[in-house]
């Protein structure tokens, strides 16, 4: 079987591939199910002939894709024979990249990790060839240390920092092959997608890293079945990923989300981006460095750092200050968290959702920054609007890493709940 076609239907193809988009639904429709289903069952929800659900079923048994598991039960006649999804034959790839860090996690379509990689804390993401060729490698290997041939993956999803690489739609019927501009990887020629496809030779999918986290939170999470909901990462710096109506929502051009660079207090510290005011200078990991060397300089002391040596300071070192009780890091972290809840408090009065989820690094310090969240919204939120609101911490915790991956690319080929 074609797994390319097994998983995607190209453009002006659908009377060629009529046969395989079949096939992939039967796939999807087990997948969704969580019991045994018998040919009449599947063949009446595809609403395709029997004869035909009988010959696809046949193929996807030989090919290993479907087990047949016995007989169902009557009180009379025939009894129909069960088949389900084999998780020992098919798997999904779930990759994380991050400026400094990349995973890579083998799953089960049941989203059972079978195999990840080892933290690769080494990694540094450049606008280089030779970027994109470790990137590569490092999916190849991990797929080969997972003790699995290439041939079971069916697809590889790929969640990484930033939402302006060069990145084609997912697969479905009705989106075009139109691609999107690219801030890496231009040297190669191809985006990212293109040139891990044609080297794997497995489809894939690359979307922003916080918002594969939202899909993650809609399939594992507490944004299961809830219909609006702001996910809100703070890690090293503020990303957001808008659900509506149980749609991630990406604007026109993928930007939708760009929560850090909104104005919110102008201070010296440039943006990024350019400017001067955005929110992610004020919240996230970065910020947080430079609050505590404003703090030191200022002259406040604490036993867990000297203003001699603020440049060795990486702000997870400030997180784990807090859980050791350090005032000055906890006073930090709560002037971020209120001043986080005052600018959701203007993202609440817009879209009035059912929750706000906080995820990421600072997960590990909820405790002190999710009640500094909620001061803020108090100040800034409708009070009807917040009061129907839940704010929560994601309870997945800090690492969802490569697994959002996956999540994303399951969810893109419909087949998980969500």
């Not at 049941?110 to 690769?120: V, Y």
């Not at 590889?156 to 084609?168: D, L, W």
């Not at 005011?277 to 030191?296: H, N, Q």
């Not at 939120?381 to 839940?390: E, I, K, P, S």
Request: aromatic share 8%; glycine share 8%; hydrophobic share 40%.
């Amino acid at each position: 079987m074609d797994k390319l076609g097994f998983l995607k239907t190209k453009k002006n193809t659908h009377l060629k591939n009529r046969q395989l988009k079949q096939q992939r639904n039967i796939i999807r429709y087990l997948a969704q199910s969580k019991q045994s289903l018998t040919i009449p069952e599947i063949v009446e929800h595809l609403k395709i002939s029997f004869p035909t659900g009988l010959k696809l079923i046949k193929k996807l048994v030989a090919d290993g894709y479907v087990l047949e598991e016995g007989k169902r039960a009557t009180d009379n006649g025939r009894r129909p024979a069960l088949y389900s999804l084999n998780y020992e034959k098919s798997y999904v790839v779930g990759v994380e990249i991050l400026p400094g860090f990349i995973q890579v996690s083998v799953l089960r379509l049941d989203l059972e990790t079978i195999h990840k990689s080892l933290n690769n804390k080494n990694f540094k993401l450049t606008d280089t060839a030779d970027c994109v060729d470790y990137i590569t490698k490092f999916i190849q290997d991990t797929i080969k240390d997972a003790g699995i041939k290439q041939s079971q993956v069916m697809g590889v999803g790929v969640g990484m920092i930033g939402n302006n690489f060069y990145v084609k739609p997912y697969y479905t019927e009705t989106n075009s092959d139109e691609n999107k501009p690219a801030n890496y990887f231009k040297d190669k020629g191809i985006s990212l997608q293109e040139h891990l496809e044609n080297a794997l030779q497995l489809p894939v999918l690359i979307d922003n890293d916080t918002r594969t986290i939202a899909i993650a939170e809609q399939v594992l999470g507490l944004a299961k079945g809830v219909d609006n909901v702001l996910v809100v990462k703070v890690s090293s710096t503020l990303g957001l990923s808008l659900i509506l109506n149980r749609r991630i929502y990406k604007g026109s051009l993928g930007f939708a989300g760009n929560f850090k660079h909104t104005q919110f207090d102008k201070n010296n510290r440039l943006c990024v981006c350019g400017k001067k005011g955005c929110l992610g200078t004020i919240v996230g990991g970065y910020a947080l460095k430079d609050d505590l060397a404003e703090a030191l300089n200022a002259g406040e002391t604490s036993l867990h750092f000297q203003q001699k040596n603020i440049d060795q300071y990486r702000y997870h070192d400030i997180l784990d200050a807090v859980l050791k009780g350090d005032e000055v890091s906890i006073q930090l972290i709560q002037n971020q968290g209120t001043k986080l809840g005052m600018a959701l408090g203007n993202l609440l009065n817009l879209f009035d959702p059912d929750l706000v989820l906080i995820s990421g690094e600072y997960v590990m310090v909820q405790d002190f920054f999710l009640d500094a969240v909620k001061t803020g919204l108090r100040k800034t939120a409708l009070l009807h609007v917040l009061n129907n609101c839940a704010v929560e911490a994601s309870t997945l915790g800090r690492y969802l890493s490569s697994t959002a991956g996956a999540c994303m690319f399951l969810k893109a080929c419909d087949m998980i709940e969500y």
